[in-house]
């Protein structure tokens, strides 16, 4: 009885010690204390032992009972220890790995020609106005020396929102001069960039919705000269001081006199190539002194004040810089195309 207790101690405190994981010390403890298990078993047997050997047997078991408990405990502790050192390895972050680098977009390029085109103004000391897009007719039109049965108002060309033609999604931004005049003190100088709509259908060059960008200066003793100096030095600091510009006569019912403004083709220096479809010029914008009419229409004292305004094709500016071909491209926002620049 004596040597089948020692055996088992020294059986059971060995595989327990060496156990690989919990599970198999489960089974171990199960195997030796439990209620089936192999020292159950032998203390069954103690009823057949002599009674004077009773008590020594009986403290052996109790002793072996224990060495085998405090080392089932022993390796619990050590598998736990193990177990949490093997978790924390898998789990340490490692500072020194290159991070995830999130994508960073850009401006889109047709702002970034918006963006030099408003420093290059706000350096002439103009500020930058913005104004609705869902307008009235009278402003868009009639304000702007544009009275009813005037082409320009026709059903065909324009968003109409009203069955009596009074609200519109404005064709332009020259109402801006209107409403510029109505609000702000003498003198002003303005650039009112924005969205404009026309009944076009989309293709390489039309777009039913596009952008413009109107300036416009008031004050006293402006002349012609003022507009045509300014805009040629815009487009020098636009595209280069070598730059050539040219005025030609044109009509806008609001400016008197009016004239669109021609850059030399820098392609070919003005001989006519593909790029400027052989005409050596292209159209940038339109301009003009406002009209007399417009002026008062505003309550400006035309015997004290003039002005001159323009206005030109945002998307068309973009393309010509980015060389462009197509203007859906600019609204279609396919990152293939906007990475590129
Ligand atoms: N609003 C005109 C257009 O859409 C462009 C324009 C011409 C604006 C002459 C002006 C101007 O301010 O003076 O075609």
Redesign the pocket.
């Given at each position: 009885m004596k040597k089948s207790l020692q055996d088992l101690r020294e059986v059971a405190v060995n595989a327990i010690l060496s156990a690989p994981g919990a599970e198999e010390l489960e089974a171990l403890r199960i195997q030796y204390l439990g209620k089936k298990g192999a020292l159950t078993k032998l203390l069954k047997m103690m009823g057949k032992l002599d009674p004077e050997e009773r008590p020594a047997m009986g403290q052996l078991a109790n002793q072996v009972r224990a060495e085998v408990e405090n080392a089932i405990e022993k390796r619990r502790n050590e598998l736990n220890e193990m177990m949490l050192k093997m978790r924390l390895e898998a789990e340490t972050l490692d500072v020194t790995m290159p991070g995830k680098t999130a994508a960073v977009g850009h401006e889109h390029p047709m702002y970034i020609v918006l963006d030099e085109i408003k420093d290059i103004f706000i350096g002439m000391g103009f500020e930058i106005l913005d104004g609705p897009e869902i307008e009235q007719s009278e402003y868009n039109f009639t304000k702007l020396n544009t009275d009813e049965g005037h082409p320009a108002r026709e059903w065909s060309d324009t968003f109409y929102l009203t069955e009596d033609s009074s609200i519109l999604l404005r064709t332009?931004?020259?109402p801006m001069?209107i409403r510029a005049m109505e609000t702000k003190p003498l003198p002003i100088r303005m650039l009112a960039p924005g969205r404009v709509y026309r009944k076009d259908e989309v293709d390489a060059t039309h777009s039913p919705m596009f952008h413009?960008i109107?300036g416009?200066v008031i004050d006293k003793g402006v002349t012609m000269a003022d507009l045509k100096g300014t805009l040629d030095a815009v487009m020098k600091k636009l595209y280069g001081e070598d730059t050539v510009t040219r005025f030609r006569p044109h009509h806008?019912p609001?400016?008197e006199p009016?004239c669109e403004m021609d850059v030399q083709c820098h392609k070919c220096g003005g001989k006519g190539c593909p790029t400027c479809k052989g005409e050596g010029w292209i159209e940038i914008l339109?301009?003009?002194m406002v009209h007399p009419k417009v002026l008062e229409g505003c309550g400006i004292d035309t015997s004290v004040y003039s002005g001159w305004?323009?206005?030109m094709g945002l998307e068309r500016l973009a393309m010509r810089r980015f060389k462009i071909s197509d203007l859906r491209l600019i609204f279609e926002n396919d990152v293939r195309f906007l990475e590129q620049f």
């Open positions: 332009q931004t020259s001069q413009q109107e416009m806008f609001f400016t009016s339109g301009a003009g305004a323009f206005g």
